[in-house]
C-alpha cells in the first residue's frame, strides 16, 4: 500500500504548510503578551475541563463531539502508526478499527443533527462535513481490515484498492491537508486560542472574568479601526469560530430583530483579515434584516461602515449581555471585540449615534448622565436625612447611589433599601456630592477617556474615607466598582444590595415576615449574573420571605438581557421587536404575577413593557414588604 | 476652489454645572460649517489659548483653531474683525450668542458692520450656488425660510440648528492650537460692571377660562398658533408704530402719556 501511505505523508505535509499559511494572518495583529509555555502546560484542562464544560450543557452535541473529536484524533495517531510507518501489530490494528467505529457513529450523529438543518448552524462547508468523517472513517476501516486479519489483504487497483484511495483522498483532504483552512479550522485554531487566549486568567476562575482592560490614552491610535489593530490572539480568536450558532441563539438583539448576530460579527471579523475580503461565502443567518455578500474589507480597511465589513447599527445592537461569551464553547471574547471596535468610533471619529453623544456631553459636563446637578442626587431622600460620609468620616457600609437615584422608578428601590439598612441598624452613609457617575456607560459606549476621567475621580474620593464595603443597588456600579476600579487603585469590598440583603436575611438582623406578593419569577440582571457570578443571593432572599418562585425559561448565568445595558437605551438602534417585549414574554409564560428584578435598568426596561404584564418589584422592595407585614 | 469657512468659537459655560465647555451655538456652528461641500473650515477664537474647552471643537474634526491671544477683560470685536479683515474668508459664521460674557449677541453684527458684510441671522443649512450662499433660515415653530445672499458674509447659528456632531478625544488631542497675540483694547464698560447670578424671573400666568377639555385643548392650539400679525412691505414708520404698540400693550415698555 505504497499509494495510501503516500497520500497519508503527502497530507501531513500539506496539513502542516496550510496551518502556518493559515497562521499567518493572525499575525496582521499587533503583539500581544502571550505565555505560550503557561498556555501549552494547561491546555488539558482547558480544553478536557473548562471547554468542555460549555460543550456539555447541549449534551448531544457533547457526545457527538467525543465520539467524533476523540475517534478521529485516536483514529488519526494510529493510522500513522499502522499505515504510514507500517508497524505490523493486529492490536493496533484492531484498535485503529474500533476508533475509527467510534469515530463513524459520531459522524452520524453529525449528520443526524444537521436533518433539518436548525437555523443556528452554517450551511456551506459544514454540510459537507459529516460526509467527510463518514469517508476517512470508511477509508481507513477498509484499508485496516487486512492488517488485522479479517480479510484477505487486497491489491491497490483492484476495486476495493481503488474505493479505499479515492475515499482516503476526500478524508484526507478535508481532515488532514486542507484542515486549518476548511471547517474543521475550528479544532487547529480553537487549540491554538485556548493557549494563547486573550483572557488566559478566564480559564477555571472561580467567577467570570468580566472586566474591562483598561486603554492607554497616549496610544496614537484608540481602539480598533482596521482588523490589524486587534492584537493578534483576539484574531485568531476570531478564527476559532466554530459557527454552531450558540451566541445567535442567546443573543438579545438577534432575538428583537436588531441587526446583530454575534455569530456573523465573528465569521466577519475572522474574514476581513484577507485582503479583498468580503462575506459572500458566509452560510448562516444575516444579521437580521441585512443583507449577506454585501460586506467589504481587508486587514488595513476600516471594519465599521456603511459599505465596510460591519455597519455601524450592528455594532451599536449589543447591551453587551455577554450571553454570547458565556455560551461560547470556543471561548471567543465577543464583547472585548466590541468595545475595542466602540472604542475607536467613540473616541477617534466620534461617531456614536442616538442620544448617546447627549448622554457623553452631560456626562463629561456635569458627572452625571442626565445632566443633573450632583447635589441633587439627595433630593429624594429629603425626608430621609441621610448621612454623608464627608461628616462621619468613616461607616461600616458605604450607599452609592447611582444613577438611578435621579430616576423616579428607582429612587423607590432605594428607598426601600435604605429603610432596610436602617431596620437593620447598618451604620451607613452616602457620597452625597462627592459621588460621581462611575463612567459605566462611557465605558460600554466605547468612551474611555470619560470613564477613565470618573474613575480616577471616584477613586479619589474613596481613598479619602474609612469604610468597610461599598452597597449599591445597580449592577452596573457593582461590576465597575469592583472588577473595574481596582486599575484605577480602588480596591474596595463591594457589595450588590441583592448581596448585603442576603446577608441580613440569614443573620437574622430583619423581621421574619412573610411575603404577600404571588407567583413570582426573577430576572436575573446582566451585570450581576453573568459578570459576577452573583446567581445566588437574590433567590435566596426572595426564598427567606416565602414567596413562591418560579423560573424562565433562561435564567441564572444563561438568562436574557432586558435590553437595558451597554448603552443600548442611548443609542437606540431600531429592530424589529423590543428586547424588553421579548423578556418580558418569557415572564408571562411562567404565569407570574411579579417580575423581581435588582437593577434600576431592567426597571425601567421592564417596566417600559405595555400591560397586561407581571408588575415589576425590586427584591429590595420586596423584602421591605414582607419585613413591614412581620 | 476651496471656500474660506471661518467659524467664530467662543467657551461656554454648562447650564448647571457652570462649567466650561464649547458653546451649544457655536458647535452648531461648527458643524453646519463642516456640512458645507466644498468649504475649508477654521475655527477662531478670541481669548485664552490654554483653555482647554477648546479641544472640544478640535475633537469635532476641524484640524486647527487659530486663537487670538487676549486677556479675560478685553474686547474681542476688534481683535475679530482685525484678524478677519486680514485674511478675507467667504464665509463667517458664529453662534447666534455666547455662553458667558455680555450675551448680547452682538458680537456677529459688530464683526460684519466692521468686514463691512450682509450679516443673515439664524441659519440651519447653508450651501453654496457659484459666488452665492443659499441659506435656511430658522423661525419659530419649525418654520423656515429660504435666503439667498452673495459671499462674503457673516451668518449666525441658533440652537435650533441641527445638534453638533459629538466631540472625539483623539481628535481633540491630536488638534493644534495656533496662537496669534492680538492688540486688543479692554472693553471698558464691561469692566464696570458686576456678574451674578440670573435672577428667576417671574412667569406670566395664562389664565384659561375654560369650561371643557374641548376648550382647553383650543385655548393651548390658539395660543401655539400665534396671534400676532404680519406686517408686510409697510413703510418703516408704520412698522415700528406696530412694534412699539405691541409692547406696551404687553405691558413691557409704558407708553409716555
Redesign the interface.
Known amino acids: 500500500m505504497i499509494l495510501l501511505q503516500g497520500l497519508i505523508g503527502i497530507c501531513v505535509a500539506v496539513g502542516a504548510a496550510c496551518a502556518l499559511w493559515r497562521a499567518r494572518r493572525w499575525f496582521r495583529g499587533r503583539p500581544a503578551k502571550v505565555d505560550f509555555l503557561r498556555g501549552l502546560l494547561r491546555f488539558p484542562q482547558s480544553y478536557f475541563v473548562d471547554l468542555h464544560h460549555i460543550v456539555a450543557r447541549d449534551p448531544y452535541t457533547a457526545r457527538m463531539h467525543v465520539m467524533v473529536a476523540g475517534g478521529f484524533t485516536a483514529a488519526f495517531l494510529l493510522t500513522l502508526a499502522v499505515h504510514l510507518f507500517d508497524i505490523d501489530s493486529r492490536g493496533l490494528a484492531w484498535l485503529l478499527l474500533a476508533f475509527l467505529v467510534l469515530m463513524g457513529a459520531g459522524a452520524a450523529f453529525v449528520a443526524l443533527r444537521r436533518r433539518p438543518k436548525p437555523a443556528r448552524l452554517s450551511a456551506g462547508g459544514f454540510s459537507r462535513l459529516p460526509w467527510s468523517l463518514f469517508a476517512f472513517a470508511a477509508a481507513f476501516f477498509l484499508a485496516t481490515l487486512p492488517k488485522a486479519g479479517l480479510v484477505a489483504p487486497f491489491a491497490a487497483f483492484s476495486v476495493p484498492g481503488i474505493v479505499v484511495l479515492v475515499l482516503a483522498a476526500w478524508g484526507c483532504a478535508e481532515m488532514v491537508a486542507f484542515l486549518p483552512l476548511g471547517p474543521m479550522k475550528h479544532s487547529f485554531a480553537g487549540a491554538m486560542h485556548l493557549i494563547c487566549h486573550p483572557r488566559f486568567q478566564r480559564l477555571g476562575a472561580a467567577r467570570p472574568d468580566s472586566g474591562l482592560k483598561p486603554l492607554d490614552l497616549e496610544l496614537p491610535k484608540l481602539g480598533v479601526e482596521a482588523p490589524s489593530d486587534f492584537k493578534w490572539n483576539q484574531l485568531l480568536g476570531f478564527d476559532a469560530c466554530v459557527q454552531c450558532g450558540r451566541c445567535e441563539v442567546v443573543c438579545p438583539a438577534f432575538a428583537a430583530e436588531l441587526p446583530l448576530n454575534p455569530k456573523k460579527l465573528i465569521q466577519d471579523l475572522a474574514r476581513a483579515v484577507d485582503p479583498g475580503a468580503s462575506d459572500a461565502a458566509y452560510a448562516g443567518s444575516p444579521y437580521p434584516g441585512r443583507p449577506v455578500g454585501q460586506a467589504h474589507g481587508g486587514p488595513s480597511r476600516p471594519i465599521i461602515g456603511d459599505d465596510a465589513m460591519i455597519h455601524p447599527d450592528t455594532l451599536w445592537s449589543c447591551t453587551t449581555c455577554r450571553a454570547c461569551v458565556q455560551e461560547c464553547p470556543m471561548m471567543i471574547e465577543h464583547v472585548d471585540a466590541i468595545v475595542d471596535l466602540r472604542r475607536f468610533q467613540a473616541l477617534e471619529k466620534g461617531a456614536v449615534p442616538g442620544k448617546a453623544p447627549l448622554v457623553l456631553a452631560e456626562l463629561r459636563a456635569t458627572d452625571t448622565q442626565c445632566g443633573a446637578a450632583l447635589a441633587s442626587r439627595l433630593d429624594w431622600a429629603a425626608d430621609l436625612s441621610l448621612p454623608l460620609i464627608s461628616a462621619k468620616g468613616e461607616c461600616d457600609v458605604l450607599l452609592w447611589l447611582g444613577e438611578g437615584a435621579f430616576d423616579l422608578r428607582n429612587q423607590r428601590t432605594l428607598r426601600a433599601l435604605v429603610r432596610l439598612m436602617r431596620h437593620a441598624k447598618i451604620d451607613f452613609a452616602v457620597l452625597g456630592e462627592e459621588e460621581l457617575d462611575t463612567g459605566d456607560l462611557a465605558r460600554r459606549l466605547g468612551d474611555e477617556a470619560t470613564f477613565q476621567d470618573l474613575a480616577k475621580r471616584n477613586a479619589a474620593t474613596l481613598a479619602k474615607y474609612r469604610f468597610r464595603r461599598i452597597v449599591t443597588a445597580d449592577p452596573h456600579v457593582f461590576h465597575s466598582l469592583r472588577n473595574e476600579y481596582p486599575a484605577f487603585g480602588a480596591r474596595h469590598e463591594v457589595m450588590h444590595h441583592t448581596m448585603l440583603l442576603d446577608e441580613l436575611v440569614s443573620q437574622g438582623a430583619l423581621p421574619k415576615g412573610k411575603s404577600s406578593a404571588g407567583k413570582t419569577t426573577y430576572h436575573d440582571p446582566c451585570y450581576l449574573g453573568r459578570y459576577n457570578g452573583e446567581i445566588r443571593a437574590p433567590r435566596a432572599v426572595l426564598d427567606a420571605i416565602g414567596v413562591e418562585r418560579v423560573e424562565m425559561e433562561r435564567s441564572g448565568m444563561r438568562s436574557m438581557c432586558c435590553g437595558g445595558g451597554g448603552g443600548a437605551p442611548v443609542t437606540d438602534i431600531a429592530g424589529k421587536k423590543r428586547i424588553p417585549d421579548v423578556r418580558m414574554e418569557q415572564a408571562r409564560e411562567t404565569g407570574a404575577a411579579v417580575v423581581a428584578v435588582a437593577c434600576p435598568n431592567c426597571a425601567v426596561m421592564l417596566e417600559g413593557v405595555v400591560g397586561p404584564r407581571p408588575e415589576v418589584v425590586d427584591v429590595a422592595e420586596l423584602l421591605l414588604q414582607a419585613v413591614e407585614a412581620a | 476652489m476651496a471656500i474660506d469657512v471661518v467659524v467664530l468659537v467662543s467657551i461656554g459655560r ?1 447650564p ?2 457652570g ?1 466650561a ?1 464649547r458653546a451649544d451655538a457655536d458647535a452648531r456652528a461648527v458643524e453646519l460649517a463642516l456640512g458645507i461641500a466644498g468649504a475649508h473650515v477654521q475655527l477662531v477664537h478670541a481669548g485664552d489659548p490654554d483653555e482647554p474647552a477648546l479641544r472640544d471643537y478640535l ?3 476641524a484640524n486647527a483653531v487659530t486663537v487670538l491671544r487676549m486677556g479675560p477683560e478685553a474686547d474681542p470685536v476688534s481683535v475679530l474683525s482685525a484678524h478677519l479683515s486680514s485674511t478675507k474668508p467667504q464665509i463667517v459664521l458664529a453662534g447666534t450668542r455666547a455662553e458667558g460674557g455680555e450675551d448680547s449677541g452682538l458680537v456677529p453684527y459688530l464683526v460684519a458692520q466692521a468686514l463691512n458684510t450682509p450679516l443673515v441671522p439664524g441659519i440651519v443649512s447653508l450651501s453654496l450656488v457659484g459666488e452665492r450662499a443659499e441659506m435656511l433660515q430658522g423661525l419659530p415653530r419649525g418654520r423656515r425660510r429660504s435666503l439667498v445672499s452673495p459671499v462674503p458674509l457673516v451668518a449666525t447659528v441658533p440652537v435650533m440648528a441641527p ?1 453638533p ?7 481633540a488631542r491630536r488638534g493644534t492650537i495656533a496662537v496669534k497675540d492680538a492688540d486688543a483694547a479692554a472693553d471698558a464698560a464691561r469692566t464696570a460692571w458686576t456678574e451674578g447670578p440670573a435672577r428667576r424671573r417671574p412667569k406670566r400666568i395664562k389664565v384659561m377660562k375654560a369650561a371643557s377639555a374641548a376648550d382647553r385643548v383650543r385655548a393651548v392650539t390658539e395660543m401655539a398658533a400665534g396671534k400676532g400679525k404680519v406686517l408686510q412691505n409697510v413703510p418703516p414708520e408704520e412698522a415700528a408704530k406696530a412694534i412699539f404698540d405691541y409692547l406696551v400693550t404687553e405691558g413691557i415698555i409704558q407708553a409716555k402719556p
Open positions: 454648562h448647571v454645572s462649567r465647555r475633537g469635532m474634526g445638534a456632531r459629538m466631540s472625539a478625544f483623539g481628535l
